[in-house]
């Protein structure tokens, strides 16, 4: 080292380069919008016989968390659901005659329950109350009251029928898997599989007919079935309604 050479510069201590984070990828789309009416409108879609929290949020595309803001239980949401279905129905306006407006009530309520499979089963299991399928049977039983039946006649009168039209999409529930039958088609399906080996067991007596009525539409036997219903019912009414 020569006597005008100056020592070199300390070499500098070069800082490590921060930890390079990968840019983020933007959302596509906005959020989902989740509000009271976007849930009820995707619980219908989901159909009542798949109807819960998770189910629901997976059509939303949010956490089932997020439903529990709106609705506290699922039976709060499945409430919310029937009362959603039954107010968009077209329920028919009273004739002033007792025996047609029950046979429209019936039908009317028949086609809802075709409509949503699986309905009936969460209205006679139904822990939450419907208020929108309260009022209709509520009405239903006051107009029989209007046209001169007593109040327990009324309510008598409409159950029966109510209930008839609830059994006949409740038949076959559980008889396929988890689901079941949750429709008057797919029961009849499923009674016609069966048929064969059933037959074998009936009185000779009866079998062109029971086959007659299995092969059948569902419907033509349900108004069968509504017919005796109200022919029973004639005896409680009044002579004028």
């Not at 009416?37 to 189910?55: C, D, H, N, P, Q």
């Not at 689901?179 to 009936?202: I, K, S, Y």
């Amino acid at each position: 080292m020569t006597g005008n050479s100056e020592p070199p510069p300390p070499r500098r201590t070069q800082a490590r380069p921060a930890a390079v984070r990968a840019p983020r990828t933007p959302r596509l789309g906005r959020p989902p919008q989740v509000d009271r009416e976007a849930i009820v409108r995707a619980a219908v879609a989901v159909g009542f016989g798949k109807l819960g929290m998770s189910t629901v949020a997976q059509r939303l595309g949010t956490k089932h968390s997020t439903l529990y803001r709106y609705f506290a239980t699922r039976d709060e949401l499945v409430a919310a659901t029937v009362d959603a279905v039954v107010a968009e129905t077209d329920w028919p306006e009273p004739s002033g005659s007792w025996r047609p407006d029950l046979a429209a009530y019936a039908w009317t309520t028949y086609r809802l329950l075709e409509r949503y499979p699986g309905l009936a089963a969460h209205i006679v299991s139904l822990r939450g109350t419907s208020a929108a399928y309260g009022r209709v049977n509520e009405r239903v039983v006051t107009h029989l009251v209007d046209l001169g039946f007593s109040a327990e006649s009324a309510i008598l009168a409409h159950d029966v029928v109510h209930e008839q039209v609830l059994m006949f999409f409740l038949a076959g529930q559980g008889g396929e898997g988890d689901e079941g039958a949750t429709t008057p088609q797919r029961a009849a399906e499923l009674r016609r599989e069966l048929l064969p080996d059933a037959l074998e067991e009936v009185d000779p007596r009866l079998r062109e007919a029971l086959t007659g009525i299995v092969r059948g539409e569902p419907g033509g036997w349900f108004a069968r079935k509504l017919e005796v219903l109200l022919d029973g019912l004639a005896g409680l009414a009044p002579e004028a309604a």
